[in-house]
């Protein structure tokens, strides 16, 4: 039984591939066995990495975007055909339909793969990785979001011996606005400094640093007092510049990101539409849309939710209707994110548009 405040049926379910994941840890470890960790770059992934590297040894390396492409598994192939049987881990990402190139590729190298992720997963996921723990294939609804892949990797590192890692989990929730568990101040904060660092930190950048910095009174609390500050005067500049539309009941605001993000080196793009929709009202309808460059990111409070939208679908619908003008798309109903080709993204825009409007 976990230590962790929080089970229900999906919890239950899950059980015994968080188990299964433990004991395959523990078995990698004794083998010696090399072990590639890649972690989404964000509180969440920080979190989840540094749950399983307290049970193993692992070469641990960020990854900044959602997906894994052909090119990352190329990448990986090429360092990892030495070694003798390794382990492939992804952490808060990795199950996207985005992802099926990557991971088709090292499933073809005969790499054993560990996924532990929450996003709506692609129809072949389960066919790539060896073992994939996700909260979607339990439910397949919003509840199943709530689960971070930080809470997972607590979960699965707790079953392996790990000790003392609880408050791994409420960062995690904190990081990903999950309601899973009871988060507190500290929690939030220490989520802010680990995406501060983020942001601001690249792929030689390791999780003994991060570990080191929420170690560190007086550092953490300066990298504090500086992403709160940027955070409100990046959030007063997207209210300002944002364009409010109405489709029916549902309101929009409309964002050009393009130049607070020339201006300002955080928050992320989807951090920033988080912010903004965090701070319109909470009985009506809205939705943020941010977009810059080839990136659309999509915001929903829970009012637009009840109101049945839900982003995680129209970005499927936009896909099958666009493919000629969008590269890549997923996320959660309440928060989404699409890649377009380039000079595509006035037309994706208006399309999403249209999709409110019927």
């Keep these: 039984m976990s230590v962790f405040p929080a089970e229900d049926e999906i919890l239950q379910k899950l059980r015994p591939l968080l188990k299964t994941a433990a004991e395959k840890l523990v078995e990698a470890r004794k083998q010696n066995r090399f072990v590639l960790l890649r972690f989404h770059h964000d509180a969440d992934g920080i979190s989840a990495a540094l749950a399983l590297t307290q049970v193993i040894p692992c070469k641990a390396l960020p990854q900044n975007a959602a997906a894994y492409t052909a090119r990352d598994a190329v990448r990986d192939l090429s360092a990892l055909h030495h070694e003798e049987r390794p382990l492939v881990i992804f952490l808060d990402f990795g199950s996207g339909p985005e992802s099926m190139e990557g991971l088709q590729l090292l499933h073809a190298a005969s790499m054993e793969i560990l996924i ?46 790990a000790a003392e890692i609880d408050a791994l989990a409420h960062i995690s929730c904190a990081g990903d606005k999950s309601n899973l568990l009871t988060v507190e101040k500290h929690h939030r904060d220490a989520a802010l400094v680990l995406d501060y660092l983020a942001m601001h930190s690249d792929y030689r950048s390791s999780l003994s640093f991060y570990k080191g910095v929420l170690k560190s009174k007086e550092l953490f609390q300066s990298l504090l007092q500086q992403a709160g500050e940027k955070i409100s005067e990046i959030t007063k500049e997207a209210q300002k510049q ?9 309101h929009v605001s409309m964002l050009d990101l393009s130049h607070l993000l020339a201006r300002y080196n955080f928050p992320s793009r989807g951090k920033i539409a988080t912010y903004l929709i965090e701070r319109l009202p909470l009985d009506e309808p809205h ?35 666009m493919a000629s003008f969008i590269e890549s798309g997923g996320g959660h109903p309440k928060a989404a994110a699409i890649r377009v080709r380039e000079g595509f993204l006035k037309e994706v825009v208006a399309a999403f548009l249209d999709l409110l409007d019927k």
């Excluded at 996700?134 to 590192?157: I, Q, T």
């Design 287 to 321: 939705i943020v849309i941010g977009y810059s460059g080839r990136f659309i990111v999509l915001r929903a409070n829970d009012a637009a939710m009840r109101h049945g939208i839900r982003l995680n679908v129209l970005v499927e619908t936009l896909k099958s209707s």
């Design 242 to 250: 944002a364009r409010e539309k109405q489709f029916g009941t549902v």
């Design 116 to 161: 532990i992720d929450h996003h709506p997963p692609g129809p072949d996921t389960e066919k790539y990785a060896s073992l994939f723990i996700n909260p979607w294939l339990m439910e397949k609804s919003e509840k199943a979001s709530r689960y971070p892949a930080g809470y997972l990797a607590c979960e699965v590192a707790q079953a392996a011996g």
